[in-house]
């Protein structure tokens, strides 16, 4: 089966929000996404301990926030407390990471498109795919509608779940039915096409490099959709668009701008 339905969001989305540009997942950095012209934004969803979804994309804090713990260590309100900032430059310090709803909510007063990448600590992969997949639906309730998982169902203002866990797409498809999912892989596990047809899936989401034009003709012939992370190169971009890609996202949104 090749999809007929055309990808019905924008080609090229901004990863994490700001890519390069600002602390990544924070509404500072959501900022700068849209200051960049950028209208869509792919970001990662956690649970804290008291099991609010936070935008935290490593499970252990160290890399963007000074601190020896782990996400399901504190509760939300500790972490949004949290300097997500200073690692990035001087100006941002004391920038926290945004919270789950917090950062729908100003991407909704702000019609930016999301990429909700569930991002389940270890061990939380049922039970966050549950958790984000109900909040979400609750804040996008008056878009989501019956079928809106399918390709040709789809509302192009609703968001778009992406995991590489299977479980957190069960989770989200058993609290969100309606909300469309798409299955993440880096190195391509070998039941690539059981998880897409079990989850009910509309898209693959591949890591750019392992992406062969053979592998892209073989996804679209099934009728995904083909998503790429996360190209930084404009020549790259329009490289895997001619091989049928369907959209993308980037860390450089200074070169891989919006238009391309
Ligand atoms: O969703 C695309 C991309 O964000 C997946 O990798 O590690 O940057 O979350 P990662
Ligand atoms: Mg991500």
């Given at each position: 089966?090749?999809?007929?339905?055309?990808?019905?969001?924008?080609?090229v989305?901004?990863h994490?929000?700001?890519?390069?540009?600002?602390p990544?997942?924070?509404?500072e950095?959501?900022r700068?996404?849209?200051h960049?012209?950028?209208?869509a934004?792919?970001?990662?969803?956690?649970l804290?301990?008291?099991?609010?979804?936070?935008?935290?994309?490593?499970?252990?804090?160290?890399?963007?926030?000074?601190?020896?713990?782990?996400?399901?260590?504190?509760?939300?309100?500790?972490i949004?407390?949290?300097?997500?900032?200073?690692?990035f430059?001087?100006?941002y310090?004391?920038?926290?990471?945004?919270?789950?709803?917090?950062?729908?909510?100003?991407c909704?007063?702000?019609?930016?498109w999301?990429?909700?990448?569930?991002?389940?600590?270890?061990?939380?992969?049922?039970?966050?795919?549950?958790?984000?997949?109900?909040l979400?639906?609750?804040?996008?309730?008056d878009?989501?509608?019956?079928?809106?998982?399918?390709?040709a169902?789809?509302v192009p203002?609703?968001?778009?779940?992406?995991?590489?866990?299977p479980e957190a797409?069960r989770?989200?498809?058993?609290t969100?039915?309606?909300?469309?999912?798409g299955?993440?892989?880096?190195?391509?596990?070998?039941?690539?096409?059981e998880?897409?047809?079990?989850?009910?899936?509309?898209?693959?989401?591949c890591?750019?490099?392992?992406l062969?034009?053979?592998?892209?003709?073989?996804?679209?012939?099934?009728?995904?959709?083909?998503f790429?992370?996360?190209?930084n190169?404009?020549?790259?971009?329009?490289?895997?668009?001619?091989?049928?890609?369907?959209?993308l996202c980037?860390?450089?949104?200074d070169?891989?701008?919006p238009?391309?």
């Open positions: 089966m090749q999809s007929v339905h055309p990808w019905p969001y924008a080609r989305s901004a994490r929000g700001a890519g390069t540009m600002a990544e997942n924070t509404l950095g959501f700068a996404g849209l960049h012209g950028f209208h934004f792919e970001t990662d969803a956690m804290a301990k008291d099991g609010v979804p936070v935008l935290m994309h490593d499970e252990r804090f160290g890399r963007t926030i000074r601190d020896t713990r782990s996400v399901p260590e504190l509760t939300s309100l500790e949004r407390s949290l300097d997500a900032g200073s690692w430059a001087p100006q310090t004391g920038v926290p990471p945004a919270g789950f709803e917090q950062a729908v909510r100003w909704r007063a702000n019609r930016v999301l990429n909700i990448e569930i991002k389940p600590a270890k061990g939380a992969e049922l039970e966050t795919g549950r958790v984000v997949g109900r979400t639906g609750e804040l996008y309730a878009l989501v509608r019956e079928g809106g998982a399918t390709q169902g789809i203002d609703a968001p778009l779940f992406s995991s590489f866990k797409l989770g989200a498809m058993e969100a039915p309606n909300i469309p999912r299955f993440l892989v880096d190195e391509l596990p070998e039941n690539w096409r998880v897409l047809e079990e989850m009910k899936c509309v898209a693959l989401h890591n750019q490099r392992r062969t034009p053979e592998f892209a003709r073989e996804v679209k012939a099934l009728g995904y959709w083909l790429c992370y996360t190209v190169d404009p020549r790259r971009a329009r490289e895997l668009f001619s091989w049928g890609v369907d959209g980037t860390d450089r949104l070169l891989v701008r238009s391309l």
